[in-house]
């Protein structure tokens, strides 16, 4: 089965500095991953995905990740933190190998910024 | 401005009682998925439709939690009987593919607290 495991739970950074979210991936088949953000009380919303196009995959407020695949990795990252992008982040993986396309989805990362 | 919507947003029961969730995907999608986030376990995928066909419904609890679609505007999860370790958000998501490359629309979330 397709899994995705997102290494730190919490992670802070200073306003401006570099983001850097973790998620690496298991897969037999090339996989499509997608990276989801989540704001207080609200529903999760894409920010980019790969889906074996680009390896470097850029989305929504300046955000973006590479898919490395001899690293297994498809980390998310942002030069310059702001304030607005304290939120809860979710690395997902959509599971080609069973043939069912469902969306199975990290245990998340919850980044702070620092004023 | 599309958008998938669920009802209620808020839901407080007592133990016992029967908990029904209701989710109106964006008209056009043909997938469907129910998830349940909580602290401890995160986003957990209880039930997965496609052309309102149940295709996987492996991560949910058969004996008391029940997930249908009567026709394409509705989706519902059901809960009965239910119990305190069922207090979580829940999650409807709808997608226009069933390739698994598409995005996954959430809608805002039901919060159920089982007292």
């Known amino acids: 089965a397709q899994s995705v495991t997102q290494l730190g739970s919490h992670v802070s950074v200073s306003e401006g500095a570099l983001v850097l979210l973790r998620c690496n991936y298991s897969s037999s088949v090339p996989p499509y991953l997608f990276w989801y953000v989540q704001y207080p009380n609200q529903g999760l919303q894409l920010l980019l995905k790969y889906t074996s196009a680009a390896t470097l995959v850029k989305g929504i407020n300046g955000f973006e990740a590479e898919f490395k695949k001899s690293e297994t990795s498809f980390h998310l990252t942002k030069p310059s933190a702001h304030m607005s992008d304290a939120a809860e982040y979710f690395c997902a993986v959509s599971d080609r190998a069973s ?3 469902k969306y199975i989805f990290g245990t998340g990362t919850r980044l702070k910024v620092l004023a | 401005d599309a958008r998938v919507t669920q009802t209620p947003r808020h839901k407080v029961t007592e133990m016992g009682q029967e908990v029904t969730m209701r989710c109106q995907p964006i008209l056009g999608h ?20 496609r052309n309102r066909a149940p295709l996987d419904d492996s991560g949910m609890p058969k004996d008391r939690f029940s997930a249908e679609m ?6 519902t999860l059901k809960i009965q009987p239910s119990e305190p370790r069922d207090s979580a958000v829940y999650f409807c998501a709808s997608g226009g593919t069933s390739g698994g490359t598409g995005e996954l629309f959430f809608g805002e979330g039901s919060r159920l607290t089982v007292l």
């Open chain 1, 99 to 101: 043939g069912t396309y």
């Open chain 2, 70 to 75: 009567p026709d394409a505007t509705l989706a």
């Open chain 2, 30 to 49: 043909n997938t469907v998925f129910w998830y349940r986030q909580t602290m401890m376990q995160g986003l957990e995928l209880l039930a997965y439709f």
